[in-house]
């Protein structure tokens, strides 16, 4: 934060009210919204649209993993750039993940989707426990 507000960014944190009293970088932040704890993805949203009535949003980045999905949502919402919401979900997944890895060429361990009976038995026949 401290260095995209070196870069002459306008941060503004939007968070939970419980995260309010963490260490910010304050002196970075230009703004800094608390909502409460159990907010619903709507009032993020009707924050962060009220944000951009007064100053144009360039970036949402999601500042821990359980906010992917919510700011994806939100870029799709306001049609910005970066991650959406059903790509943020294959990090959320690890078998989607687990899955989209192996597709793509990356060596994984060997694995089973825990849907199917017959799957599962036939990799438990193929594969020796650890």
């Not at 949003?57 to 906010?67: G, N």
């Not at 990356?106 to 990799?123: C, G, K, Q, T």
Request: hydrophobic share 40%.
């Amino acid at each position: 934060m401290r260095e995209c507000k070196s870069r002459g960014c306008h941060l503004v944190v939007v968070t939970k009210e419980k995260w309010l009293h963490e260490d910010w970088p304050r002196e970075s932040l230009d703004d800094l919204f608390a909502l409460p704890n159990d907010a619903p993805y709507e009032l993020f949203v009707d924050v962060i649209c009220h944000i951009s009535k007064e100053r144009k949003i360039d970036r949402l980045v999601a500042l821990e993993e359980f906010d992917v999905i919510t700011a994806g949502r939100i870029r799709e919402h306001l049609c910005l750039p970066g991650l959406s919401s059903s790509n943020a979900q294959v990090y959320r997944d690890k078998l989607a993940m687990s899955l989209n890895v192996k597709a793509g060429g990356v060596v994984v361990p060997d694995f089973v989707p825990l849907i199917n009976r017959a799957e599962v038995a036939d990799f438990l026949s193929r594969v020796p426990p650890p």
